[in-house]
């Protein structure tokens, strides 16, 4: 450099910080709006985002959230292993088997104690158990059972002790056409086929 030209003043140049992304205190608003409105994804925001927030406020908001998620997916779990529908439609099945087996044991002992002959209203036709299909309630009950069974659909299956008064068991009987055999069943078992024959 030639001592004879004088120095140039060096010029500063400002260093224009280049702001990447958004500022704190629009983070901050969406993270807040976030764990407002959908909290599972402010949980998230606000842990990679709100750097300056301290670790203890972190935990204490993801932590109830965490474990109500967590006690909802085992309530989940355990609705689905127990179902209470099915649970309920086996207890109706389990009670219709036990009902068409009572039906058809106290009608065979009615045949047995009267020389072989059904309660009036038995016929070859299939027919509810009921004052306009069979109407055996008065020849079975209470000498050959304490009360007629009703299917569990059928007024909360409250069983008839009433024979005098308008009834409907919501079971269905039959006498086979060529074997005599006695057929009880429950047609509101659905896809299910419940019945008892002898």
């Keep these: 450099m030639d001592p004879n030209i004088p120095a140039q003043p060096t010029q500063t140049v400002p260093i224009i910080q280049q702001q990447s992304g958004m500022s704190e205190s629009t983070k901050t608003m969406i993270t807040v709006l976030l764990l407002v409105f ?79 002959q059904l309660p009036a209203g038995i016929t070859t036709k299939v027919q509810r158990i009921s004052t306009t299909g069979a109407d055996i309630c008065a020849a079975l009950v209470p000498s050959y059972m304490a009360a007629l069974p009703v299917d569990p659909s059928v007024k909360n299956g409250k069983a008839i002790t009433d024979c005098a008064a308008a009834y409907d068991t919501g079971y269905a009987i039959v006498q086979g056409a060529d074997n005599k055999k006695i057929t009880v069943s429950a047609p509101a078992a659905g896809d299910k086929s419940i019945e008892a024959s002898r």
């Design 38 to 116: 959908a909290l599972p994804i402010g949980i998230i925001f606000m842990w990679v985002w709100m750097r300056k927030w301290p670790a203890w406020g972190k935990v204490i908001i993801t932590v109830p959230f965490t474990i109500a998620f967590i006690l909802i997916v085992i309530a989940g779990i355990i609705v689905f292993a127990i179902n209470p529908v099915r649970q309920s439609s086996q207890a109706d099945n389990t009670m219709r088997s036990s009902s068409v087996n009572a039906i058809l044991n106290s009608v065979n002992q009615y045949q047995a104690e009267n020389n072989g």
